[in-house]
Antibody
Framework: QVQLVQSGAEVKKPGASVNVSCKTS????????MHWVRQAPGQGLEWMGI????????SYEQKFQGRVTMTRDMSTSTIYMELSSLRSDDTAVYYC???????????WGQGTLVTVSS | EIVLTQSPGTLSLSPGERATLSCRAS???????LAWFQQKPGQAPRLLIY???SRATGIPDRVSGSGSGTDFTLTISRLETEDFAVYYC?????????FGQGTKLEIK
């Protein structure tokens, strides 16, 4: 079955960068676009961007332009999300999401908590 | 950007009752690409409905979605204890993809 397994929790200082991974299995990696979404503590869901694992093309939410980079490693069927110049309000759980049937957001990773604190 | 407004913010009901959750979009949702997610504390969101009215795999038929254009509804008939959670609507028809602020369904 489809599995999305994310890397573990991170604690970072303001101004640092974080790199979150999402290892996929159970399907053909290049067949499905992937999104990144985040959720601050007690808050709602916020879309960050999308990556096409086939060609590597990306599109980012304007709010994150210049600070986020999404990449993929086809040899390990893994996608990555790097967020730089971290601030305290970047503290959130970050999710990877696989696009499924009829463009729906079908499968979600378990989430990675990133805490930004001095 | 399409803004999604969910109502009510909190819904207090008893098991066995019917829940009706609303999601209104600031402009028409392309291709009715409107989804509903359920989220429980400490868990990732779970897809319930996509394309406004199609149930995701494994979702019981007491959960249904309806609507088109700018007005959408999630209905859960005969609430069970497992249904009490936060529900989000989402539009994925046009970028940036956006979510509603959520409706908390709590036990009365």
């Amino acid at each position: 079955q489809v599995q999305l397994v994310q890397s573990g929790a991170e604690v970072k200082k303001p101004g640092a960068s974080v790199n979150v991974s999402c290892k996929t299995s159970g399907y053909i990696f290049t067949n499905n676009y992937m999104h990144w979404v985040r959720q601050a503590p007690g808050q709602g869901l916020e879309w960050m961007g999308i990556i096409n694992p086939s060609g590597g093309g990306t599109s980012y939410e304007q709010k994150f332009q210049g600070r986020v980079t999404m990449t993929r490693d086809m040899s390990t069927s893994t996608i990555y999300m790097e967020l730089s110049s971290l601030r305290s309000d970047d503290t959130a759980v970050y999710y990877c999401v696989r696009v499924g049937v009829s463009s729906s957001w079908y499968n979600w990773g378990q989430g990675t908590l990133v805490t930004v604190s001095s | 950007e399409i803004v999604l407004t969910q109502s009510p913010g909190t819904l207090s009901l008893s098991p066995g009752e019917r829940a009706t959750l609303s999601c209104r979009a600031s402009q028409s949702v392309s291709s009715n690409y409107l989804a509903w997610f359920q989220q429980k504390p400490g868990q990732a969101p779970r897809l319930l409905i996509y394309g406004a009215s199609s149930r995701a795999t494994g979702i019981p038929d007491r959960v249904s979605g309806s609507g088109s254009g700018t007005d959408f509804t999630l209905t859960i008939s005969r609430l069970e204890t497992e249904d009490f959670a936060v529900y989000y609507c989402q539009q994925y028809g046009s970028s940036p993809y956006t979510f509603g602020q959520g409706t908390k369904l709590e036990i009365k």
